[in-house]
């Protein structure tokens, strides 16, 4: 089984500050980890992936995150917000030979000017 | 490439109604997944077909069903709709080479039950 718990349902950072969101799994196999971004009225589109090797990930739009397998953990960070970043940001997991992905519940970033 | 396409994208239906929505994958994808996204829930994954065959399937009642074609296109179905049924469902496609390819997702279409 697998799951994933994204801490915050909402998270405020003003514009130019760090951003980290956070995403813990559940797995019982090595997992492969996602982060999606959906900005309003939009489908989702993928931020980053991790598969296997660097557990550093840099994906589109300067974000990036690091797998921790002691913590497990895929956080993702930005070190500057723009006003742009603001959406809804969703973690997934897929592991053990299963096709389907499980999302976390989102959580939605606000950036103030 | 033409993305994901999700038609309508709006609807308005009433309790009790049957409603069909469609998706397009991109060309070459043959796995199709289908999610409802609620506020409350997040995204919850509905069914997925690969080649006209359902091949995984969630936690939904019998009243939400779907379909493939041989040109890969999806419909899904929802039968005697009730408040609760209104959300945003997504449709996204993927080439299917393994747990670790990512999905393409269309824009969705937003369902009112009234």
């Known amino acids: 089984a697998q799951s994933v718990t994204q801490l915050g349902s909402h998270v405020s950072v003003s514009e130019g500050a760090l951003v980290l969101l956070r995403c813990n799994y559940s797995?019982?196999?090595?997992?492969?980890l996602f982060w999606y971004v959906q900005y309003p009225n939009q489908g989702l589109q993928l931020l980053l992936k991790?598969?296997?090797?660097?557990?550093l990930v840099k994906g589109i739009n300067g974000f990036e995150a690091e797998f921790k397998k002691s913590e497990t953990s895929f956080h993702l960070t930005k070190p500057s917000a723009h006003m742009s970043d603001a959406a809804e940001y969703f973690c997934?997991?897929?592991?053990?030979?299963?096709?389907?992905?499980?999302f976390g519940r989102g959580t939605s970033l606000i950036v103030h000017p | 490439k033409a993305g994901v396409t999700q038609t309508p994208r709006y609807l308005i239906k009433t309790r009790g109604q049957q409603v069909t929505l469609s998706c397009s994958p991109i060309?070459?994808?043959?796995?199709v997944s289908w999610y409802q996204q609620t506020p409350g829930q997040g995204l919850q994954f509905l069914f997925e077909?690969?080649?006209?065959?359902?091949?995984n399937k969630g936690n939904f009642p019998g009243r939400f069903s779907g379909r493939q074609f041989s040109n890969s296109r999806s419909e899904m179905n929802v039968s005697t709709l009730e408040l609760g049924d209104s959300a945003l469902y997504l449709c996204?496609?993927?080439?299917?080479?393994?747990?670790?390819?990512?999905?393409?997702f269309g824009s969705g279409t937003q369902l009112s039950v009234l």
């Open positions: 060309s070459g994808h043959r796995s």
């Open positions: 797995s019982s196999v090595p997992p492969y």
């Open positions: 991790y598969t296997t090797g660097a557990t």
């Open positions: 996204a496609s993927s080439t299917d080479r393994g747990t670790n390819e990512k999905l393409f």
């Open positions: 077909y690969f080649s006209e065959t359902q091949r």
């Open positions: 997934a997991v897929s592991s053990g030979g299963s096709y389907i992905p499980t």
